[in-house]
């Protein structure tokens, strides 16, 4: 099953993944009543391939960075969503099953990282003392006693 090509007029702005031509990622936040059908073309203006700033900084200005480095085509070729996880970007149960056992055995790897020491540090931390003996009591699982 592959994503139908869809023209800029056809792709939501709060319910598709537009935002990224690397991730899947949807704008966030609750769309505004009057706002909720509104498309991607609706960002650019008038008859133009050019972005509305003033659109987006007064629609979307949490995702302004992420909507300008999006280089719109000047020849008004019809953008088409793809699943990333796919050489094609055809999405396929296989592929799904894929990234899913990928993401599981990166998650199942051990962390490198180097924990800090929070039992010998808690009376280091420059903080009230209340709050170092709360830090103490939580780190020993003696709250409640």
């Known amino acids: ?19 990224s031509h690397c991730e899947q990622l949807r704008t966030f936040g609750l769309a505004p009543e009057a706002l909720q059908s509104l498309k991607v073309s609706d960002l650019f203006l008038p008859e133009s391939s050019e972005w509305n700033l003033k659109k987006i900084e007064l629609t979307l200005p949490f995702h302004k960075e992420q909507i300008l480095r999006l280089r719109p085509s000047k020849l008004k070729i019809i953008d088409e969503l793809v699943w990333l ?7 396929s149960t296989r592929s799904c099953y894929l990234t899913l056992t990928e993401e599981n055995s990166i998650a199942a790897l051990p962390t490198q990282s180097i924990a800090p ?27 409640y006693q």
């Open 1 to 19: 099953m592959g994503w139908m090509a869809r023209s800029r007029e056809d792709i939501n702005v709060w319910d598709d993944p537009w935002l």
């Open 85 to 91: 996880k796919a050489p094609y970007g055809e999405y």
């Open 117 to 143: 020491d929070w039992l010998s540090n808690v009376w280091n931390i420059k903080t009230s003392e209340k709050i170092k003996v709360f830090i103490w009591k939580f780190l020993h699982d003696v709250l």
